[in-house]
């Protein structure tokens, strides 16, 4: 039987865990661009993943059996629509699909029409509505750009006057450019975060275990919004009738309406979640692919072959189910100054020993090989990936690797997995 190849678009942590994934599971993968860390474990070609033909040029002409895009651009781009006329099964949504991440706004009135639980929002497109807006709130709402904006474009106001700033950047200060010339104010949710992933083939998904993530920069959930500072899985607030309500009242009634609309979602449905004190879910958004760094603990934590399913998923035959893994965790070790400036060109010294400790993976998000060794070249540097028999194995197992790694001014949050440790241990533990 033929080696299945893969076709990987993107270059940062995320594509590192899902090339590691499929090379481990057998494929021939190859990844555009990828980066010099992945290019440690596979091949890597310099096309860019948002160039639509150039994309298509390389999938048609290397032979591939599907093409897994990593980043939500190049999908809100229509790569997968250009893919399919090519021939090319793709493991992504279409430009329509991918609508429920590239605007917010799309998003929320596609939940209100299908009745899936999530907060109430009202856009805004104008100054001018933004005080009338923000009065229909008893207390500050979420401000969200309404389009991409690489996981930075919210802001969780603690006052109105925040609240109204954030959004007064945006609509005319020009914050994340065109993604921020409409604006979503939205309820503010209490309850616990958790992210759900599912792979879907247009009809039928398997789903993930539960993962957390960790956006603020700095411990005790303090600081800038960033793209993750770590990430655990299984995320115990997600127990097995949580897992069933998601899945009954959110992930089954979203493929529904896809398909009822004219959009079937065939790809990596990633939902992002409050559970209420009660464990009712709602939806706090969409993304439409593998989050990041939620991606490394989820693939490298697997305890069965994801090849099978990603073939499946491109040709509509999935059989539906539950993937089973084992507790993982990734600590991100970010640059000095990210997220607003961070440096490049420091010397990453530890590589080696920090891969050395039994358990771990480490993967590579903004990192360029040079003569003497590894430098940094973007915000978040590395995910330091452990697995374990059990959570806080795993966390132990990450910290000890993360020890290892050195780089002048680097940015470690010391208190991932906190939450779903205090969890663990039950009533009466304090969060840190």
Do not use: W
Not at 58 to 78: I, Q, S
Not at 136 to 155: E, R
Not at 270 to 276: K, N, Q, S, W
Not at 407 to 418: E, H, T, W, Y
């Amino acid at each position: 039987m033929p080696v299945p190849k893969i076709l990987i678009l993107g270059g940062g942590g995320r594509e590192h865990a899902i090339a590691h994934r499929l090379h481990t599971d057998g494929a021939e993968v190859t990844c555009a661009p990828g980066n010099d860390g992945i290019a440690e474990d596979v091949r890597c070609v310099p096309v860019d993943a948002t160039d639509v033909s150039a994309v298509v040029a390389l999938a048609r002409d290397g032979g591939f059996d599907a093409v897994v895009v990593g980043p939500e651009a190049p999908l809100v781009a229509g790569v997968a629509d250009a893919l399919a006329e090519a021939g090319v099964p793709c493991l992504g949504p279409s430009a329509a699909a991918a609508r429920l991440e590239g605007s917010k706004a799309f998003a929320k009135a596609f939940m209100e029409r299908h009745e899936i639980p999530t907060a109430r929002a009202v856009t805004v497109s104008s100054v001018a509505d933004l005080p009338g807006a923000l009065r229909s709130f008893d207390a500050p709402p979420v401000v969200k750009a309404d389009g991409l904006a690489a996981g930075k474009g919210v802001v969780v106001a603690e006052s109105f006057e925040e609240a109204e700033a954030a959004a007064r950047a945006c609509l005319e200060g020009g914050a994340f450019g065109r993604a921020g010339e409409r604006v979503l104010l939205e309820e503010r949710l209490s309850g616990e975060e958790a992210s759900y992933f599912v792979l879907c083939d247009g009809t039928r998904f398997v789903g993930f275990a539960p993962a957390q993530d960790h956006k603020r920069l700095l411990d005790g959930d303090r600081g800038p919004n960033t793209g993750g500072m770590g990430a655990v899985v299984p995320a115990p607030v997600v127990d097995d009738d949580v897992r069933r309500r998601i899945e009954e009242r959110i992930v089954e009634p979203t493929l529904a309406g896809a398909r009822e609309e004219g959009f079937p979602y065939v790809g990596v449905l990633f939902v992002g979640l409050m559970i209420d004190p009660h464990g009712d879910p709602y939806v706090v958004e969409f993304n439409v692919r593998f989050g990041d760094p939620e991606a490394q603990p989820l693939l490298f934590g697997l305890d069965v072959p994801l090849l099978p399913h990603v073939l499946a998923a491109v040709r509509g035959a999935l059989r539906p189910g539950t993937l089973p893994g084992r507790p993982a965790a990734t600590v991100v070790v970010a640059a000095e100054g990210y997220p607003t400036s961070p440096r490049k060109g420091d010397p990453i010294e530890g590589l080696e020993a920090a891969a050395a400790v039994p358990g771990v993976k480490v993967f590579h998000a903004g990192t360029r090989k040079m003569e003497g060794g590894f430098v940094t070249a973007g915000g978040r540097v590395l995910g330091v990936c452990a697995r374990g028999d059990d959570l806080p194995e795993a966390l132990a197992t990450a910290y000890r690797a993360v020890d290892c790694i050195r780089i002048p001014g680097m940015q470690v949050r010391r208190d991932i997995g906190a939450r779903a440790l205090a969890r663990l241990r039950g009533p009466g533990h304090d969060v840190t």
